[in-house]
């Protein structure tokens, strides 16, 4: 074995040295690659760099002998079947040549874990044009009970792009929802820090008192769309910071739970007549496109929420055709 130096391709702009390293060396560990950037092993255009440094088309990494002797198997990968590969594609809503948007039915989680083994991120080699393509990676995530937008990177490089953006809050986002009662004043902003009760599966987030050691900062925009006396609102939300499940708890701390919320809201979320599924869509996301300019993009309406427009007499927009601008 002997010392390398492999350069940064166009389709790793942005990515951190870590997780180039996890893309070309699976086997090696955190500790392992940061040892090896402490010692100066690992090194960038002939510089010392960190596990974060980001890297740049053209760049030089060095790359010492590292041992393939604890390498795992390879994991084996059940192929999907035609019905998987129909269902995720018929989500897919608009798709070019770097990235995939998909308007996720609620009710489907985005990724696995304990007792979830149908999920979006299981589905995703259904998106490939050919087996030798790039497995599409998800760029962000939205609640399992949340319809709506999704969107999905078809290169690692994209997804490092596009990752950076959703960091950089240099993407707009748009979710409508139903609530109980009417908000006063009609538009406005939810400044309230959560913190994190439980963990796992369990965990909920609930609004904290400023100051407190484990609270983080959130901050939602509202505006109320149309009403139905003050019974019910439709809601456009958009959220300035990304906390887990923070819309539904602002819309909670505001005195307006969403419809059929099952985390949040309590009884009052719960309203005999309608759909008991929660009532929150992400409507649209504008985002930089990785080729240039911005990407802008909507989904239609979840069935249940469909119904429950028809039934209170709300009257949504058909979904813009997605576009580049």
Known sequence: MSVVSLTVSDDEADIRLDRWFRRHYPHLTQGALQKLCRTGQVRV???????????????????????????????????????????????????????????????????????????????????????????????????????GLLLVARTPGVAAKLAAAFRGRDVHKVYW??????????????DQPLTKLGAGAGAISVVAERGDADAVHALSEYEVLD???????????????????????????????????????????????FADRLHLHARRLELPHPAGGRLVVEAELSPHMRETFRQIGFVAPAAAPCRRI
Do not use: F
């Open 45 to 147: 255009d002939g510089k010392r760099a960190t596990a974060a440094t980001r890297l740049v088309p053209g760049q030089a990494v060095r790359v010492p002998p590292i041992p393939n002797a604890n390498r795992p198997p390879p994991l084996a990968v059940k192929p999907l079947d035609e019905r998987q590969v129909r269902e995720i594609n018929k989500m897919v809503i608009y798709r070019d040549e770097h990235v995939i948007v998909l308007n996720k039915p609620a009710g489907i989680a985005v990724q696995g874990g304990p007792g979830i083994t149908h999920h979006i991120d299981a589905l995703l080699d259904g998106l490939r044009d050919s087996p030798d393509d790039p497995r599409p990676r998800l760029v962000h995530r939205i609640d399992r009970d949340t319809s």
């Open 177 to 190: 929802a139903v609530v109980v009662g009417r908000p006063s004043p009609a538009t406005g902003i939810i």
């Open 227 to 273: 009403a139905a006396a003050r019974k019910m609102s439709w809601l456009a939300l958009s959220p300035l910071t990304g906390r887990t499940h923070q819309l539904r708890v602002h819309c909670e701390a505001l005195g307006n739970p969403i419809l059929g919320d099952p985390k949040y809201g309590g009884d009052i979320a719960h309203v005999a007549g």
